[in-house]
């Protein structure tokens, strides 16, 4: 065991709360698991975290009024203003903070004309997930990948799955100090061969995912970006540089969609996304269908067309059924009828690896050869049922499939 003692039991993996647990903490955390199993873990009482600081939760301690510092680095892509102020570069909202405010991400803050992140090394969320679960269907499959957060998204999402970490300020939520080498050192430990920066947004902890991808890339371990893809072109292009995949929450193919259910715009993102293409770094698209919402057949067929013309049939896209969430809770779940017309219509416009997401047991969680039509990689869920690919190439036609298999 390491210096940082990393905990693992049958249920959740994950950092854990140091010494003595109060009903508070056991409540807290049991209340937040009970409605997010599966997708996040915060850190579980069950243990003792050894060689780690945990930050107490306080709303009044952070930020401004200047507690939590071991947190707060300067912040990479801004630009100074006058009068104290800054532009943030990171994210194409493009903040112009006061001094002594934050931008739209709630972890980034201006003081005094310097720019600062307050999520620097304060990781609240460590998971060991399936890698299926990102879902990546061509990235190392049934292999285990690390899985890390800090708080904080630049998107207000309504449906939110993880919104308990994603919508709040960092200092509201429980974390602990740790640093990159950490993270690589128990990835390392474990044998498992990547890390995955997810749950929350990864763009607005980037000083943090950027500095484990590299401790991570020197070590043989690869890398992986589960994102809405809101980020500038300066930023992605270096992240590009040390990261393996990434993972795009596409999530319409509407203005309206993108401004009125997730604070943003849709434009960046499909910058985004061929910019990833440019870089060659593996990517797959992930579209959660909401119901009445960005659904329409007419949506997802222009929506198909743009991602074949724009990137290419290879790109994997999975539609995914939603489920009453967040502030959401008035919709009634997407009938999985919906998602497998939008499989249907991603397969007549040209995709060629098209899944259904969100349905267990489903067909077309598998992968198919786009040859012989064989199935060449059988799923249920996140478990791997069967696996008939070799060296990256269908084992009955020796149809190449793109991906990252090794």
Same mark, same amino acid.
Request: glycine share 8%.
């Given at each position: 065991m390491n210096k940082w003692s990393f905990h693992t039991n049958p249920y959740i993996s994950c950092l854990s709360l140091p010494g003595q647990v109060t009903r508070r903490d056991f409540l807290r955390t049991t209340a937040t698991l009970g409605g997010t199993l599966g997708t996040f873990s915060l850190f579980s009482p069950s243990f003792?975290?050894?060689?780690?600081?945990?930050?107490?939760?306080?709303?009044?301690?952070?930020?401004?009024?200047?507690?939590?510092?071991?947190?707060?680095?300067?912040?990479?892509?801004?630009?100074?203003?006058?009068?104290?102020?800054?532009?943030?570069?990171?994210?194409?909202?493009?903040?112009?903070?006061?001094?002594?405010?934050?931008?739209?991400?709630?972890?980034?803050?201006?003081?005094?004309?310097?720019?600062?992140?307050?999520?620097?090394?304060?990781?609240?969320?460590?998971?060991?997930?399936? /890698? &299926?679960? $990102? #879902? @990546?269907?061509?990235?190392?499959?049934?292999?285990?990948?690390?899985?890390?957060?800090?708080?904080?998204?630049?998107?207000?999402?309504?449906?939110?799955?993880?919104?308990?970490?994603s919508q709040f300020r960092p200092e509201e939520i429980s974390c602990h100090d740790v640093p990159p080498e950490a993270v690589v050192e128990?990835?390392?430990?474990?044998?498992?061969?990547?890390i995955a920066y997810t749950y929350s947004e990864p763009v607005v902890f980037f000083e943090y995912m950027y500095e484990v991808a590299k401790l991570a890339r020197?070590?043989?371990?690869?890398?992986?970006?589960?994102?809405?893809?809101? /980020? &500038?072109? $300066? #930023? @992605?292009?270096?992240?590009?540089?040390?990261?393996?995949?990434i993972k795009i929450d596409l999530k319409a193919f509407t203005d309206?969609?993108?401004?009125?259910?997730?604070?943003?715009?849709?434009?960046?993102?499909?910058?985004?996304?061929?910019?990833?293409?440019?870089?060659?770094?593996?990517?797959?698209?992930?579209?959660?269908?909401?119901?009445?919402?960005?659904?329409?057949?007419?949506?997802?067929?222009?929506?198909?067309?743009?991602?074949?013309?724009?990137?290419g049939p290879d790109v994997p896209m999975h539609f995914s059924r939603f489920h009453k969430e967040y502030m959401l809770q008035n919709l009634p779940d997407t009938p999985i009828a919906v998602i497998e017309r939008a499989r249907r219509i991603a397969v007549e416009e040209g995709v060629k690896f098209a899944y259904v997401g969100n349905v267990p047991g489903h067909k077309w969680e598998s992968t198919y050869c786009p040859k012989c039509g064989k199935k060449i990689i059988g799923r249920v869920g996140f478990y791997i049922a069967s696996r008939d690919i070799k060296n990256g190439t269908c084992a009955y036609c020796g149809e190449s499939i793109p991906g990252v298999w090794r």
């Open positions: 003792s975290l050894a060689g780690t600081d945990r930050v107490p939760e306080n709303k009044n301690e952070g930020g401004i009024k200047g507690a939590s510092e071991q947190f707060v680095t300067e912040a990479k892509y801004y630009r100074k203003l006058d009068g104290l102020k800054v532009e943030c570069e990171l994210c194409p909202k493009k903040c112009i903070v006061a001094d002594m405010e934050r931008g739209a991400c709630g972890v980034r803050e201006n003081r005094g004309g310097v720019y600062y992140t307050l999520v620097m090394n304060r990781l609240c969320s460590f998971n060991i997930d399936p /890698i &299926e679960k $990102k #879902p @990546l269907n061509h990235f190392l499959p049934a292999t285990n990948v690390t899985s890390i957060a800090t708080p904080g998204c630049n998107f207000e999402c309504r449906f939110c799955l993880n919104w308990q970490i128990e990835t390392v430990a474990r044998g498992i061969p990547s020197a070590r043989g371990i690869k890398n992986v970006v589960v994102s809405n893809g809101y /980020i &500038e072109e $300066k #930023p @992605l292009r270096d992240l590009c540089k040390v990261v393996d995949a309206s969609f993108y401004t009125n259910i997730c604070a943003g715009t849709l434009k960046p993102v499909l910058r985004t996304l061929k910019i990833i293409k440019e870089e060659g770094v593996w990517n797959e698209i992930v579209v959660l269908l909401v119901t009445t919402l960005n659904d329409g057949e007419n949506e997802i067929r222009d929506m198909c067309k743009w991602v074949v013309e724009a990137l």
